[in-house]
């Protein structure tokens, strides 16, 4: 900048001082030259396009890179010079003699100077406000958006946008099933093929997230509801990062919410190779998360507040990106994404601690078997033996990594491509505490529940044994993808292509009391190893006339089950699949833009439909001849320009949706009998009505705000459903799906000046999700009574508020977090499993239709009148997160 003032300033000279130099011309014989050197006086070193001035004159010269600087034709006498230059103080140097035919040599050296203090200066860069190129629907959101919003993932950041209907940690994208949705890393699909499942990063580990709702194009494939795309962070080549600490307990195990303990840490800069950055980030939180659970645990105390130690959900993430930049059209980034969950879950049945009556007894077969007797919440005499059913149920140890390498080369200011590659390792394992199936406690089903002293059952709770399930599962996910992007004329041009290999185990026990039929323990009993290859290619074109844009392109998609399965129980063991998408955009002024799309989706069935218990007689068994699930969607929307802050979007949109994953009993040709399993043959349909209204930061405040009305029917909400009820006979019509809410409100807003202060709120509102009335007396149900009443509203309100301090330079804040403020008893699940079945009849749906209390209950006969009455169980399950209230401080430099 210096540089550049210093010729703004030469060039004024030159051009004020023309005279000058005609006079120089035309002066007479007695003239001379002044020559010198100007230099730092600290470290002697050269000044170069320092100004040196005649006082009293226009002349003058400026300094070279060495420093020299040369004034010729000057009259003879005598003189007074005036170097000057940004950044140090004026010099004058008087006294300089110049004589006739001579050149009088001057040396200067300038002291450095801080001419003045310049307030800070926040340069903003501002986000398009509206795409007239494409005809998606999406919600993008920046590191700095994410951040203000008070919500503690992704998930529930994502569920505030409008089409978008979060329950129970699932998405659904406009009416559709929960895992219709594709997670992708910087372009990059996340998702276990077995069985699917989104992905959660760290919060500071995100730059931008990109959510799309509709109007896919032809690139986007495996996905029938949308995509969320994540773009991680990236270092710059200056030191920075941020610290948190949150924490909602104060001081005593009696004055917390959850014990709940996070910490974030972000840090990104240059590394000693030039060109190359790197950016890490880890999160760890350890929370005893409602609903709590009577487990014991040990815990000790750090630094004399931080509780630490196991808790019921502890959950890390760990992510390290690397960034090289070899010339200005190369880039080469590699990242490493480590998580890892170990977390226990609450089952109702299995929630009471307390003393159990033990006794030794001999069997039919003149086996020694330990029995059960009385509860009791206290040790009556010396056979009673503590059992805490808590500790008897499965804990999870839940691991994912991913290795991430991509390319990116841009040939030419019209074309650029892409290579990425990607492995995933995704690994499960649930059991009760890490025992074989062999160790697990209880001889058969009612053990759990029965009393040998007194030959009676327990009503409800366990009293004995061992929950009777374990599994483990991992899977390992091999990708490469080529991406190419050029532009002709009014064309931009893009394909693609990519290559997936599948390798995933399985392995998982129920009730290891029995037998299967080849003798080996637990009844079913599931091990498989299977591996499958899948692959895709697109071309896309987006041409631009008149400013008219129309999109249209083409995928090819490309799935095999494998070799494993016998070809005589596959009739087609290659499937392949085209999908057109076609979309229009049209500017109708400078301030809206209309678009429209028709696409195509399929998306391949989880490989547990296709591959689990094929073996096996008990259970749903998967079906290698499933095909892709369908989804053919039309979508209208207009985005418009309020103001310079404020943009609106406004959607419309209509799916038909077949081909769904159901379960039935087909004939058995290898036996006489009928077996359950997976087939294609549920269908859906969706339609909505969608706002988005979002306004920038200015003046003290930003806001968004959505709202959706949207209509999910179905012949079912998920594939085992008609195996699930008593049907008196199956669903012919569509009914509205679990996760039918017609209309939905989320908000958000950001109040403050971000230097010293602010208040982050986000606010959520939907009606009421249907429900199936049953009545006591109910023995088959009606299709047409599926989800036909509804629950009521739901509402959260969550707000944090921000107090920002300046420290050693940097930003210190101190913050106050409070989730679900007004402290809403929000219904989240109706009826929570309970399994094993107990030996009296749950009756959740029936209390809640006939009482209109939530909460659970089951029917007994307590006052011996012949009519059994509600028992109220209080199952937390039922409720979602009551309020809580965290503090934490940050740090960020």
């Excluded at 099933?177 to 093929?193: K, M």
């Excluded at 033990?358 to 086996?367: A, C, G, N, P």
């Excluded at 987006?542 to 070809?567: P, T």
């Excluded at 095909?627 to 053919?632: C, L, Q, R």
Aim: glycine share 10%.
């Amino acid at each position: 900048m210096g540089r550049g003032i210093a010729c703004l300033v030469w060039v004024l000279v030159l051009a004020g001082g023309g005279a000058a130099v005609q006079a120089q011309l035309a002066a007479p014989a007695d003239v001379g030259d002044i020559a010198g050197l100007v230099r730092d006086a600290s470290s002697g070193k050269p000044l170069g396009y320092a100004n040196v001035l005649v006082e009293g004159t226009n002349w003058g010269a400026m300094t070279l890179d060495d420093g020299s600087f040369q004034i010729k034709n000057i009259p003879a006498g005598t003189y007074t010079l005036r170097v000057r230059m940004m950044g140090y103080g004026e010099q004058g140097v008087a006294g300089v003699v110049v004589t006739s035919g001579a050149t009088a040599r001057v040396t200067v050296s300038l002291e450095e100077k801080i001419v003045a203090t310049l307030a800070p200066m926040e340069v903003v860069g501002q986000k398009k406000k509206i795409d007239k190129q494409s005809t998606a629907v999406r919600h993008t959101k920046t590191s700095e958006e994410l951040g203000d919003l008070p919500v503690d993932d992704f998930t529930a950041a994502i569920g505030l946008n409008a089409g978008v209907v979060a329950r129970g940690g699932e998405l659904h994208f406009r009416g559709g099933r929960a895992g219709e949705v594709q997670f992708q890393v910087d372009g990059v699909p996340v998702r276990d093929p077995l069985v699917g499942g989104g992905l959660s990063l760290s919060m500071l580990a995100v730059e931008s997230s990109e959510v799309l709702l509709g109007g896919l194009d032809a690139k986007y494939g495996n996905a029938q509801s949308g995509v969320v795309n994540y773009r991680t962070k990236e270092g710059t080549e200056r030191l920075s990062g941020e610290v948190r600490y949150v924490t909602d307990d104060y001081g005593s195990p009696s004055n917390t919410f959850d014990n709940y303990d996070r910490i974030f840490v972000g840090l990104g800069g240059p590394t000693p190779i030039p060109n190359m950055t790197y950016y890490v980030s880890g999160e760890a939180t350890y929370q005893d998360n409602y609903p709590k659970t009577v487990e014991r645990r040990s815990r000790r105390k750090l630094l004399n507040f931080i509780s630490v130690g196991d808790r019921k959900n502890n959950h890390v993430k760990l992510q390290t990106k690397l960034a090289y930049k070899p010339g200005p059209n190369y880039k080469l980034t590699l990242e490493i994404i480590d998580q890892k969950t170990r977390l226990d879950n609450y089952y109702h049945m299995w929630s009471r601690a307390g003393y159990v009556q033990t006794f030794l007894d001999t069997t039919r077969t003149e086996e020694v078997e330990r029995r059960y007797g009385r509860w009791s919440p206290l040790p009556l005499d010396s056979t009673y033996v503590y059992y805490n059913a808590a500790e008897r149920t499965p804990n999870t140890l839940d691991t994912f990594r991913q290795y991430k390498l991509i390319f990116l080369h841009s040939l030419s200011a019209e074309a650029q491509y892409s290579l990425r590659f990607s492995k995933q390792e995704y690994f499960q394992d649930t059991r009760v505490q890490g025992k074989k199936e062999w160790e697990y406690e209880g001889q058969r089903e009612r053990d759990y529940w029965f009393n040998y002293t007194d030959f009676t059952s327990s009503d409800f709770f366990v009293v004995a044994g061992d929950y009777p399930y374990l599994s483990t599962r991992e899977t390992k996910v091999y990708q490469g993808l080529f991406d190419l992007t050029w532009r002709k004329g009014k064309h931009t041009f893009e394909a693609g292509a990519s290559g997936t290999y599948n390798d995933m185990r399985l392995f998982s026990v129920t009730r290891p009391y029995q037998n299967s039929p080849g003798g080996e323990i637990g009844y079913p009993r599931t091990i498989y190893h299977y591996y499958n290859p899948e692959g895709a290619a697109y071309i896309q074109d987006r041409w631009e006339h008149e400013g008219m844009v129309l999109n249209a392109g083409l995928r090819y998609d490309v799935f095999s089950v494998g070799d494993q399965v016998a070809l005589a129980e596959v009739s087609d063991p290659v499937k392949t699949q085209l999908s057109p998408r076609i979309g229009i955009g049209y500017p109708i002024s400078d301030r809206d833009v209309f678009s429209f799309h028709y696409g195509r989706l399929y998306q391949i069935p989880d490989r547990q439909y296709i591959f689990d218990n094929r073996d096996v007689y008990d259970g749903v068994r998967g079906n290698p001849n499933l095909s892709n699930e369908t989804t053919i969607q039309y979508q209208a929307a207009i985005q418009h320009l309020f103001s310079e802050l404020l943009v609106g979007q406004f959607s419309v949109y209509y799916k038909d949706i077949y081909g769904l994953i159901t379960a039935e009993q087909t004939q058995d040709w290898s036996s006489t009998g009928f077996i359950t399993t997976y087939v294609n043959k549920d269908y859906a349909s969706a339609k909505g009505f969608e706002v988005s209204l979002s306004r920038g930061f200015r003046n003290y405040m930003r806001w968004d705000l959505s709202y959706t009305y949207g209509v999910a029917m179905g012949v079912s909400s998920d594939p085992t459903a008609a195996v699930a009820r008593n049907f008196v006979y199956l669903p012919t019509g569509e009914q509205p799906l679990n996760w039918d809410v017609r209309h939905s409100v989320g908000a958000t807003l950001t109040v403050g000046d971000r230097r010293t202060w602010g208040v982050h709120m986000a606010w959520d509102f939907t009606t009421g999700v249907p429900y199936t009335p049953e009545q006591r007396n109910t023995r088959q149900l009606q299709p047409e009574d599926i989800n036909s009443r509804r629950m009521p509203s739901e509402t959260t309100l969550n707000v944090r508020a921000d107090k920002y301090y300046t420290l050693w330079g940097k930003q210190l804040s101190l913050f106050v977090d409070a989730r679900n403020l007004l402290d809403a008893r929000n219904i989240t699940s109706l009826a929570p499993g309970n399994w094993p079945a107990p030996p009296v009849q749950s009756a959740y749906v029936i209390y809640y239709t006939e009482t209109g209390r939530a909460g659970g209950a089951y029917l007994a006969d307590r006052n011996g009148d012949g009519v059994d009455e509600f028992i109220p169980l209080n199952d937390p399950r039922v409720f979602g997160d009551p309020r809580t209230i965290r503090v934490g401080v940050g740090f960020q430099f």
